[in-house]
């Protein structure tokens, strides 16, 4: 159905992707995986035709014959979107602000079918409700603001499947997403693709979702393919060793700082924290939705705790809550014994570090990454050598010196992460708060990342709360671990007794839900 031959993307005189030459044939699966900043991403633009402005693409992107590449862009809009879908690595960013739900899905079908808005939202109803945001809970009106990041990346969804394109491309379509809402996006892709006979080019970094869903794998490395052919061959024999060394970090698990008796740091009692619904919502529900309902928790001394649960269970909520960012409607939230609220001193907020879901979002794009990492230094006063601990804080998190200059849309999603963890370290908080710190990170960079938590928390005495949909990451770098269901708190304790002997069902549904990257030992060696 598509091919690419010889596919080359440049910027300048810089070579950026080169020689990448790929099959997608119709009810097949291809996987295309790397570590951040490899290619892939600008890969998939290339195939769609939306490099940004100062790139140029070359070789061929093969359409049932056609090369996509010579065509004006007028006919590249009437292909995109009926012919190629494409969902991207950050809903925030791909919806639009000022339009509802329904009308951004309802717009691709009114473009292209020439639909009447009545039926387009009604179609639009549809494919939300295919992708797990049914009625009456998700209305048409609500705007991406109002979703968690695992909603948003289902709109997100919805509008590239709305015409059931013959190629979709998916730019790490589970990252922001919990294990269970995961699942049901994945077998949703698997019955796209087999019942509707399209392609689909999956870009991600979690080789278990790779060896569960794809049927053949590509090997991107600085920018070129390195190595590829069916799943289940490459895992079991690759020939490269960047190969050898993606799969290694898949399976990696960080040395665990084991903390003994230490005083409690965090202590949350009760906390409520309600929502008015929006207008349009069914008028049988309440009108107000409770996200944190009577939630008690206890964070100690240089303690790693994990908060785990399904995409708008409440845990982002309570994130905030702590961080003294939203207001609660009850209970009471103190960091070593002092109240937590939304007009915290200079002093007490500094205490606190955050990492948001969102890397792009929480950033000014018109500020230096300097001056972005410097952020926090408001709260303290900047220190005589201020620029050399930013410096410092970057190196840590494995970004060169010499991003100081740059802007943050000059960066890929994983490095904007390790940019957003830079900031929050610089002023050695005594907690820090990380909301699904390493979700858009690749696997190598996950592994430093979470050995750099480790020995942060080992050196600086630091605590950690981390919100994760990650059960795997949560195992490797939390000494005990909440488990979050519709704003309350059903099971906790230790990590491990907890992930391997859960007594929730609800536990047992997430766990059940976790792929797993399943290689036998040895078999590369």
Request: charged share 20%; hydrophobic share 45%; glycine share 10%.
């Amino acid at each position: 159905m598509i091919q690419t031959r010889e596919l080359g993307v440049t910027l300048g005189r810089q070579i950026l992707v080169h020689g990448v030459t790929l099959e997608l044939a119709p009810g097949r699966i291809t996987a295309l995986v790397g570590e951040s900043g490899s290619g892939k991403s600008l890969t998939a633009l290339a195939v769609a035709g939306l490099l940004p402005p100062g790139m140029a693409a070359s070789g061929e992107v093969l359409l049932q014959g056609e090369n996509l590449l010579t065509l004006p862009e007028r006919a590249l809009c009437q292909i995109r979107g009926q012919r190629i879908g494409m969902i991207f690595q950050e809903p925030m960013t791909a919806l639009n602000p000022l339009m509802s739900i329904g009308e951004q899905v309802a717009e691709v079908l009114r473009q292209h079918r020439g639909l009447e808005r009545k039926a387009a939202l009604a179609e639009a109803r549809a494919r939300l409700d295919r992708v797990g945001l049914p009625a009456p809970r998700f209305p048409l009106g609500l705007y991406p603001h109002q979703l968690s990041g695992g909603q948003r990346q289902r709109v997100a969804i919805a509008m590239a499947i709305a015409l059931r394109p013959d190629l979709l491309i998916a730019d790490e379509p589970t990252t922001a997403l919990d294990v269970t809402t995961q699942a049901r996006i994945l077998d949703l892709l698997r019955d796209l693709v087999r019942d509707e006979g399209m392609a689909l080019l999956m870009i991600t970094h979690d080789l278990a979702v790779v060896q569960g869903l794809a049927d053949e794998v590509a090997v991107m490395k600085r920018g070129s393919i390195v190595e590829q052919g069916p799943v289940a061959q490459v895992f079991a024999r690759p020939t490269q060793t960047y190969t050898r060394k993606l799969i290694d970090a898949a399976r990696h698990v960080p040395r665990l700082v084991l903390t003994g008796p230490t005083a409690p740091l965090l202590t949350v009692r009760g906390v409520i924290r309600d929502y008015p619904r929006p207008r349009g919502s069914d008028a049988t529900l309440p009108p107000r939705l409770r996200a944190v309902d009577g939630v008690d928790l206890t964070i100690h001394e240089r303690e790693s705790v994990g908060l785990v649960g399904e995409s708008g269970c409440g845990k982002s909520t309570l994130a905030r809550a702590i961080l003294g960012l939203d207001r609660v409607q009850g209970g009471s939230i103190q960091l070593d014994g002092q109240q937590v609220g939304t007009t915290l001193p200079p002093a007490l907020r500094a205490r606190m570090g955050a990492v948001f879901p969102d890397p792009f979002g929480s950033f000014d794009p018109r500020w230096t990454v300097e001056r972005l990492v410097a952020e926090p230094f408001h709260l303290t006063g900047r220190p005589a050598d201020w620029r050399g601990r930013v410096a410092e804080a970057l190196y840590d998190v494995g970004i060169t010196g010499d991003a100081m200059s740059r802007h943050i849309h000059e960066f890929s999603g994983g490095q904007r992460q390790r940019i957003a963890l830079a900031r929050a370290l610089i002023i050695r908080p005594s907690l820090i708060v990380l909301d699904e710190a390493v979700s858009a990170l690749d696997l190598r960079v996950r592994a430093q990342i979470l050995d750099l938590l480790a020995r942060l928390r080992l050196r600086h005495g630091l605590a950690y709360l981390f919100v994760s949909h990650d059960l795997g990451v949560v195992r490797q770098i939390t000494d005990r671990v909440l488990v979050m269901q519709a704003g309350r708190i059903v099971e906790e304790g230790v990590t491990a007794a907890v992930l391997e002997n859960p007594a929730h069902v609800y536990t047992r549904t997430l766990l059940a839900a976790t792929p797993r990257l399943s290689i036998r030992e040895n078999a590369h060696i």
